[in-house]
């Protein structure tokens, strides 16, 4: 009967488009939505992963990375010396204004790294060498730096622009994870960015640690938090702290959550309504098929099959329209979209509990049909 | 008819069925005793309102009775549960209605392999009889026409087509020519006649329909319920 079901559902060419634009409309719409919903959250939390370090050491009240609680410059040495800690590195991280040769200010990022080691540097440089940091006044900047300062022909290897009246020298161009903010960022070493910011009684933001090989990260976290009273996260952990604080004091959550739940809503509606209206309609047949012979469980299993059919239709349709939108106007960065296999999943299990709905309000009409109707 | 005919196919007692409750229940059928034999086409005639299709439905086990029994083929069929009941309507008995109901996406063929797709005859084995049938009842020129476009005769001779694609022995008809004109309907009951011949099986036809009535072998009248009589229909050269 598989095939007598897909025959009635492509049959009624009118009612499968409008269930497989329902569909699609609603799978594209939470695929969409939920992938820039995601790609804020991966955004929001691009000062952490854009460093790429496994333990992060700070202030225990500290809420989200942005949020600098400034340390004791003893903080190093003190998670140095706790047992199971491999390497211990400070990190400086405040904003500053960038003033250009043209007169233009930008406020920016900058990142203060342990010059030793250069621990927290971008995994991969656009332009230059990130080593010639090393050399005096240099900086490497982001390329959302070059693009939010006014462009490659404003900043480019070999720019110079001032830091709080300071000399800084673009050495290299990095490419980096867009932060939430869009803040440009500019690098330089720990020693140098501790000159070009004003003085603070405290400089140091952020302990980056590692734990040695074999001890587990967790178990270096309790010990660094319980030696020093200092706070430390895993780099996972401290970036799940930052999209909570996000989702809780913004309103990005409760917007997106709405719009991916309308999107449930009008889709759930769509079909259970057009599905409802395909089964009244073809009412006359089910009853003749069930005086043949068919049994409601024979029945309840074709319309099933047509509700996944057509549900699995507008999967591939709605998936593949937003990958085709997240590729037109995500590709230069300039919009957040991270479709995620996971949301893939999500969507796919929300589309089934669509098909589901709609296909158990036609089986309820079904399994009430007296198939006596059809002389009627 | 043959010694056969004496056989009883369908054996009703006593049926009683009411619809509603209270002050509104309409009991429909008022005490049905009625014996339908095999190799005869038994025409049900009667006024409007007058319980046939209740009738009708009940034989076909698709509407529980209130009071009374009907056997059907020896089966004890209003005392069977309603899944078995099912099953034993799919493999012993076939329906024609009066609006065909035929599936519109499908094919004549396809239509007609419905009845075996229901007892999961396999789909190439179920379409290649359904193809026989419909050459049986002269449509071996339409097989791979949808209903919308054949016409009502030739709707109608799908739905015999598919009534009789898996040998039923009871052929259940309401009102199978309503929609039908004059010389369509004729060919119809010709058709359906040829299957009451058969020794193994019996036709039941309701209908309002006087010019077929000569094809009926015995014609019940149901007025109000009850059954005032049952008359045997003589035929030219007919012993």
Not at chain 1, 160 to 168: C, P
Not at chain 2, 52 to 75: C, F, P, R
Request: proline share 3%; with cysteine; aromatic share 8%.
């Amino acid at each position: 009967m598989n095939y007598v079901a897909l025959k009635m559902l492509f049959g009624d060419r009118a009612k499968y488009l409008m269930l497989l634009c329902g569909l699609t409309f609603c799978v594209m719409l939470i695929v969409q939505q939920g992938s820039i919903f995601w790609g804020l959250m991966m955004w929001s939390q691009a000062n952490i992963s854009n460093l790429n370090v496994p333990i992060w050491v700070t202030d225990p009240g500290i809420a989200q990375v942005d949020e600098v609680k400034p340390l004791a410059s003893t903080a190093v040495d003190r998670v140095r010396s706790v047992d199971g800690v491999e390497w211990a590195v400070p990190l400086y991280r405040g904003v500053l204004r960038a003033r250009l040769t043209n007169g233009d200010y930008h406020q920016i990022t900058m990142t203060g790294l342990e010059s030793a080691t250069l621990i927290g540097r971008p995994a991969e440089v656009l332009e230059g060498r990130f080593e010639d940091i090393l050399q005096p006044d240099a900086v490497v900047v982001d390329q959302w730096a070059v693009e939010r300062m006014g462009g490659p022909t404003v900043v480019r290897v070999g720019t110079i622009f001032e830091l709080n009246d300071k000399l800084a020298r673009v050495v290299a161009i990095a490419k980096t994870q867009k932060s939430f903010t869009n803040i440009p960022v500019v690098y330089t070493t720990y020693e140098r960015a501790i000159r070009y910011v004003p003085h603070e009684r405290r400089s140091l933001s952020y302990v980056l640690a590692k734990a040695k090989d074999g001890i587990p990260v967790e178990d270096v976290i309790h010990r660094i938090r319980a030696e020093t009273g200092l706070g430390a996260f895993t780099e996972e952990d401290f970036g799940i702290k930052t999209y909570m604080w996000v989702l809780k004091n913004t309103g990005i959550g409760i917007n997106f959550g709405t719009t991916i739940l309308l999107g449930f809503i009008v889709g759930m509606a769509i079909a259970g309504q057009t599905f409802y209206l395909f089964t009244i309609e073809n009412l006359r047949q089910f009853g003749a098929l069930k005086a043949m012979g068919a049994s409601t469980f024979t029945l309840a299993r074709m319309i099933l099959l047509q509700a996944f059919t057509v549900g699995l239709a507008g999967y591939g349709v709605g998936i593949g329209l937003a990958t085709v939108f997240g590729y037109l106007t995500a590709s230069g960065g300039q919009l957040p979209f991270a479709e995620t296999w996971q949301l893939l999943l999500l969507v796919l299990v929300a589309l089934l509990v669509i098909c589901t709905f709609s296909a158990l309000i036609s089986i309820i009409k079904l399994a009430r049909l007296e198939p006596a109707s059809v002389f009627r | 008819m043959t010694d056969n005919t004496q056989l009883a196919a369908v054996r009703a007692r006593g049926i009683v069925k009411s619809f509603g409750t209270g002050d509104t229940q309409i009991t429909v059928l008022k005490g049905i005793d009625l014996d339908i034999y095999l190799g005869e086409l038994l025409l049900l005639v009667g006024e409007s309102g007058g319980g046939k299709t209740t009738l009708l439905s009940a034989i076909a086990g698709i509407l529980d009775i209130n009071e009374g029994s009907i056997d059907v083929l020896g089966v004890p069929l209003s005392a069977l549960p309603a899944n078995k009941r099912t099953r034993f309507r799919g493999q012993t008995m076939g329906f024609i209605y009066q609006q065909f109901n035929l599936l519109p996406a499908l094919t004549a063929a396809e239509n007609v392999a419905v009845p075996l797709l229901i007892q999961k005859v396999g789909r190439a084995e179920a379409l290649r009889r359904a193809r026989v049938m419909l050459n049986r009842v002269g449509l071996g020129d339409r097989m791979d026409f949808l209903p919308k476009s054949l016409s009502g005769g030739q709707q109608q001779r799908v739905a015999i087509a598919r009534a009789l694609v898996n040998e039923p022995r009871l052929l259940i008809c309401d009102e199978p020519t309503a929609a039908l004109d004059g010389p369509n309907g004729q060919k119809i009951m010709e058709l359906l006649r040829e299957v009451g011949r058969s020794s193994d099986r019996c036709v039941i036809v309701v209908t309002h329909d006087s010019r077929i009535f000569h094809f009926g072998d015995r014609m019940a009248n149901l007025t109000d319920g009850r059954i005032t009589n049952i008359e045997r229909i003589q035929r030219e050269g007919s012993a």
